[in-house]
């Protein structure tokens, strides 16, 4: 996608800074008349991408040793990781073990989704496709309303909606604002939290390369070229600052998910 970008940058007299549409390719198999209606890049990252979890759980799992093998400490540091960084400390020590597969499997994908925006020729990050951050949200977001009804049953809404120690007058401003940020905001931040991010870093790395290549190859002015090494020191230290907020927001992603669990099943708002 860079390569995609650097070429917008060439292809005309003046600098064109790459657009949203430059960082997506057409579609592999398209079937309908719209972009984003076929079968393109970004499902096909998303296939190879749980190809490539898949296949790195079934390796760690399958020879379990007393002295770990090269996969198996890479499987069981990063379950440890997740299990105690997030849902123990989350979920409390009665509950975190059932939720923790859970966790583990969106930290796992939203991480390596993350990072294929940083493999070269990919380029990708699944989760700058709005509709990849939708569905995770939309996943973790009807699980967890599912239980606090599975916990609480109809008496959720009380527990989800009127918060305890409040005087009751008050409930007449509050459930309305408890409706709006719980069911309806709660989901949306979740989300778009993740994919704005990982949009904004791409865009960012995206047009310091294109900027690089106009200044090395069409300014045509002595000054362009120690601009361009500027812009070059500069696009690779976005490019590392990048990774780490992929893996920020994949840790981000897995630890509110273990919030909105332990919000449905707690006994008090």
């Known amino acids: 996608m860079i390569a995609l970008a650097l070429s917008t940058a ?8 790459p657009t949203i549409d430059d960082l997506h390719l057409p579609e592999i198999i398209p079937w309908g008349a719209e972009y984003g209606t076929g079968f393109g890049k970004q499902m096909l990252v998303v296939l190879l991408t749980v190809l490539l979890l898949s296949w790195f759980f079934v390796a760690a799992a399958r020879k379990r040793q007393m002295i770990p093998g090269r996969f198996q400490f890479f499987g069981e540091g ?5 299990r105690n960084s997030v849902g123990r400390d989350m979920l409390g020590e009665k509950e975190f073990r059932k939720y923790t597969p859970l966790l583990v499997a969106l930290f796992a994908f939203v991480l390596v989704s993350n990072l294929m925006g940083a493999v070269p020729f990919i380029q990708l990050p699944t989760t700058s496709h709005v509709g990849t951050a939708y569905a995770l949200a939309g996943i973790v977001y009807l699980y967890w309303i599912y239980l606090g009804f599975k916990t609480h049953g109809i008496g959720y809404f009380k527990v989800a909606l009127m918060p305890s120690g409040v005087p009751w007058p008050f409930y007449f401003l509050v459930i309305p604002i408890e409706i709006v940020s719980t069911f309806l905001v709660r ?9 704005a991010t990982m949009l904004s870093g791409h865009m960012i790395v995206a047009l ?5 290549n ?3 190859l069409k300014m045509g002015e002595w000054y362009g070229y120690p601009l361009g090494v500027l812009v070059f ?19 981000v992603f897995a630890l509110l998910t273990a919030v909105y669990i332990q919000s449905s099943i707690a006994e008090a708002h």
Do not use: C, K
């Open 233 to 251: 020191i500069g696009a690779v230290g976005m490019f590392l600052f990048e990774i780490f907020i992929m893996v920020l927001q994949a840790y």
């Open 78 to 82: 990063f379950y440890s990781f997740v």
């Open 187 to 195: 989901p949306m931040t979740h989300s778009l939290r993740l994919f």
């Open 214 to 216: 106009f200044m090395f």
């Open 208 to 212: 310091a390369g294109s900027a690089m």
């Open 10 to 17: 060439a292809g005309s007299d003046g600098f064109t800074p």
